[in-house]
């Protein structure tokens, strides 16, 4: 099992940037696929993008294709979300995730969730 922690989060405008950093211990993290994830209030959580364990294989969702990008530094164990011209409807709690194999955007067969982080884009 690993451990993930996420940060990042906050107040921004429509138009701005934040980045997520999504920090694991207790295992090594080259080891697992890792995804993005978010659930806007009232709606169910949804994909964003993942990374492959050695990080050539990079997935997002339509929504976010084009203003956010996924990276991954195992050497600090960490992996990152840079979210660029946000929208309002980016709204949401964000969540890190940990799978083995391969990444999907699926929500079920991810093993391990961080806590989420809230971002709020205002108009």
């Known amino acids: 099992q690993v451990q993930l922690v996420e940060s990042g989060g906050g107040l921004v405008q429509a138009g701005g940037s934040l980045r997520l950093s999504c920090a694991a211990s207790?295992?090594?993290?080259?080891?697992?696929?890792m995804g993005w994830f978010r659930q806007p209030p009232g709606k169910e959580r949804e994909f964003v993008g993942s990374?492959?364990?050695?990080?050539?294989?990079?997935y997002y969702a339509n929504s976010v294709k084009g203003r956010f990008t996924i990276s991954r530094d195992n050497a600090k164990n960490t992996v990152y979300l840079q979210m660029n011209k946000l929208k309002p409807e980016d709204t949401a709690i964000y969540y890190c995730?940990?799978?083995?194999?391969?990444?999907?955007?699926?929500?079920?067969?991810?093993?391990?969730w961080g806590q989420g982080t809230q971002v709020t884009v205002s108009s």
């Open positions: 995730a940990a799978k083995t194999g391969g990444p999907t955007h699926l929500v079920g067969p991810w093993t391990d």
């Open positions: 207790g295992r090594t993290l080259s080891s697992y696929s």
């Open positions: 990374i492959s364990q050695s990080g050539r294989g990079i």
